[in-house]
């Protein structure tokens, strides 16, 4: 299931698609800017022990809206600009712990695979707190 706009509803999303086909592994990738949006939806996905494996890009920011800003600063963002997309790093691995569901953090791409791997094989709601550069960003679907 892929979406092209509405932010933040891939991690729920993902909580129901789990919900409905149990015997399946449910995987979401999301952005942290969309994750934050619904975070305490970790606490359902514990209460009623949805297993779901969410992978969350953990770039401290809402870096999709940088080329928008960019253009407006004439390509040169000064740092006081970035505080409009840009936020404080959370370890999201922290919060979901804190929630009751099983966090990990992931820092270099070695270190990914296995991740998966295991949050897939506990059968338990599991956020994959994947550290990523502030500068990187996907191509544009549409130009």
Same mark, same amino acid.
Do not use: C, F, M
């Given at each position: 299931v892929r979406c092209a706009g509405h932010l933040g509803w891939a991690f729920p999303a993902a909580l129901g698609a789990q919900r409905g086909v149990p015997d399946r592994p449910v995987v979401c990738f999301t952005g942290d800017g969309g994750f934050l949006y619904h975070v305490a939806e970790i606490e359902t996905a514990v209460?009623? #022990?949805?297993? $779901? !494996?969410? !992978? !969350? #890009? #953990? #770039?401290?920011?809402?870096?999709?809206?940088?080329?928008? &800003?960019? $253009?407006? &600063?004439?390509?040169?963002?000064?740092?006081? $600009?970035?505080?409009?997309?840009?936020?404080? $790093? !959370?370890?999201?691995?922290k919060v979901a712990g804190a929630f009751g569901g099983q966090g990990r953090r992931v820092e270099k791409p070695a270190e990914f695979a296995p991740a998966l791997e295991k949050a897939i094989a506990s059968k338990r709601p599991t956020i994959i707190d994947v550290v990523t550069d502030l500068d990187a960003q996907a191509p544009f679907a549409v130009s």
């Open positions: 209460r009623w #022990n949805i297993p $779901a !494996v969410i !992978v !969350v #890009n #953990n #770039n401290h920011s809402g870096n999709q809206s940088k080329a928008g &800003y960019d $253009a407006v &600063y004439g390509g040169t963002q000064t740092e006081r $600009a970035k505080e409009l997309w840009g936020w404080t $790093a !959370v370890k999201i691995s």
